[in-house]
Every structure is written in C-alpha cells, then in structure tokens.
C-alpha cells in the first residue's frame, strides 16, 4: 500500500530563517507525491507535487520541495520562512491506480517573529 | 474560477439523526472526491466519484454514502448519527483521473454530533 511518513508532529523557525518540514514515502513503482497547506478553518490547499523530472519542484508561496529517490524522501522547503507560512503542512501520495489520497499525520509549522 | 463549494459550512446534529452535505465542484471539474478530516485519525478518504459513477470508497461503514449528479455536483450522507462522525468533512475535485492530477479542497463542513 502507497504511504507517507511525517516524522515530525510539530517545527518551529524563527522568521527569515530557512524551513523544511520533512516526509518519507513508501509506495510502489514510481511515486506521485503532493504537499499541501491548511490554515486555520479552512480547507487544504494545493502546494506543489512531484510526478517525474527534476527533482527540485517549485510550487506556490516560494516553496520547493527536493525529491529523493535514494532516501525515499521529499522534504518541503523554504529559503525565508515568514510568519504567514504558520500552518498545517500534509504530504500526501494517490493510490495505486486511482487519485484517492492518502495523507501523512500532518506537521504543525509555527513561525516566530 | 470560482473554488470548491460546500454548503452547509456548520452543521450541528443529534445522535441518531442523519445529514446531508453538498459540495459544488471547479467548473469543468469531474472528478470529486470526499475525505473526513479529525484530530484523531487525520484526514482519510470517504468517496470518489467520476462521472455520477463511484470509483472508490474507503474503509468507512455502510452509514456513510454519496452520490454524484450530473452536473459533478455531490452530495455525502450519513444516516443514523454517532459521537464519532464529528469532524470537518472535505470535498475536493479535480480537472481529471489518475494519481498525477492535484485536487483542489473546499472549505469544508463542520459536523458536530451531539
């Protein structure tokens, strides 16, 4: 079964320093991979995905995230956190043969003015 | 375009009584999909639907159904009403099938059962 990890239930960076909030994945042949956002009552919104090419992927809001086949990761990045980035950040991978997603736990990103 | 609708944002309900959520997905949008989001499980996959047909469903029980019209509307219903079925309930679509394609969220309902 496709899976990701997010070892991390919570990370905190202090404003204008990078960010990465980490994910690992366990899926079958070659992965699809998703980073989405969700604020406060709200619902999640498309970050960036990764499907196949380049392993640096660039998304909204300046945030990247560097697939790594080696290592089965693909860590969201950004090179200046701002305290607006505070948010809940989920990885997420489809199923086998059909787009239903299967998210990770979430990683509660607080940044500190 | 305008985004993923649901309606109604808050819902509160009694136990033993049943519920109906609407979504209105992206214009042109086929593909829809349902996924229950609480602080204990996080977010898991309820339906998906394609063209009024269910492609998939997760593992929830028989309580939980829904249904696409023919203008990619949805609705989820959840009859006979338990303490657990609070969560905020998430509808998102997608311009096409298949793992590649992003799906875009909308704001969700609030369920609480009381």
């Known amino acids: 079964a496709q899976s990701v990890a997010q070892p991390e239930d919570q990370v905190n960076v202090a404003e204008g320093n990078p960010l990465t909030v980490k994910c690992t994945y366990s899926v079958s042949g070659n992965p699809y991979l998703f980073w989405y956002v969700q604020y406060p009552n709200r619902g999640l919104q498309f970050l960036l995905k990764?499907?196949?090419?380049?392993?640096l992927v660039k998304g909204s809001y300046g945030f990247e995230a560097e697939f790594n086949k080696s290592q089965t990761s693909f860590h969201l990045k950004k090179p200046s956190a701002l305290v607006s980035d505070s948010a809940l950040y989920f990885c997420?991978?489809?199923?086998?043969?059909?787009?239903?997603?299967?998210f990770g736990k979430g990683t509660k990103l607080s940044v500190i003015p | 375009k305008a985004g993923v609708t649901q309606t109604p944002r808050y819902l509160i309900k009694t136990r033993g009584q049943q519920v109906t959520l609407s979504c209105s997905p992206i214009s042109g949008h086929r593909s829809v999909s349902w996924y229950q989001q609480t602080p204990g499980q996080g977010l898991q996959f309820l339906f998906e639907y394609f063209s009024e047909t269910q492609r998939n469903k997760g593992n929830f029980p028989g309580r939980f159904s829904g249904r696409q019209f023919s203008n990619s509307r949805s609705e989820m219903n959840v009859s006979t009403l338990e303490l657990g079925d609070s969560a905020l309930y998430l509808c998102a679509s997608s311009s096409g099938t298949g793992g590649g394609y992003e799906q875009y969220f909308g704001p969700g309902t609030r369920l609480t059962v009381t």
């Open positions: 997420a991978v489809p199923g086998a043969g059909s787009y239903q997603l299967t």
């Open positions: 990764y499907i196949t090419g380049d392993n």
